[in-house]
């Protein structure tokens, strides 16, 4: 029997067979590369994932924020501000008036100022979902720039998450 050649077809010279695969220093190389571009990646990941909850709260806090201030802008102006609406003199805040003890009972914007509670709803009710949010309403006599005004009340809303974050949200509430 005759042995077989293998001829390389562009120099016609018989082809050597090689075996093919990696060394062990270009194993470890590789691994070293792969690893550091790994940490660099998952480094990057974890910043993100720590700060993943931040707008699920603050998206809360924007949904309570506006459910407070929807019912203290549904509120007259003044304590002696006409129920059909209607202008009148003068710009006061006093806070709540006698016999006016909680939030179902309020009837003016100025009746907010100084409420400072967990967050419940005009039913005294409170969600699950908004248990540890602390909510304060500071009210004064100002207009959108901070000047004194008896043409508006200025209505700051501060809503405290329980991880910490204080979001403040103002309206203004105009004498009209």
């Known amino acids: 029997m005759k042995a077989r050649v293998f001829y390389n077809v562009c120099n016609q010279k018989p082809a050597t067979l090689k075996q093919q695969g990696l060394t062990l220093v270009e194993l470890v190389i590789s ?9 660099a990646l998952l480094s990057s990941f974890s910043g993100s994932v720590g700060r993943s909850a931040n707008p699920m709260l603050q998206n809360k806090a924007s949904l309570l924020a506006q459910a407070y201030l929807d019912e203290i802008l549904a509120m007259r102006f003044q304590e002696n501000s006409p129920l059909a609406g209607g202008a009148v003199a003068g710009c006061s805040v006093n806070g709540s008036e006698a016999g006016e003890s909680g939030r179902e009972l309020f009837d003016d914007v100025d009746d907010y100022h100084g409420l400072n509670q967990q967050a419940a709803f005009l039913d005294g009710t409170v969600a699950e979902n908004y248990s540890g949010y602390q909510v304060a ?3 004064s006599c100002q207009d959108q720039s901070g000047a004194a005004t008896t043409a508006s009340k200025l209505i700051v809303l501060t809503i405290s998450a329980p991880a910490g974050q204080v979001l403040r949200f103002s309206a203004l509430r105009g004498n009209f």
């Not at 691994?31 to 940490?39: C, E, G, R």
Request: charged letters at 0%; glycine letters at 0%; zero cysteines.
């Open 137 to 139: 309403v500071s009210v």
């Open 31 to 39: 691994i070293v590369v792969i690893s550091i571009a790994l940490t």
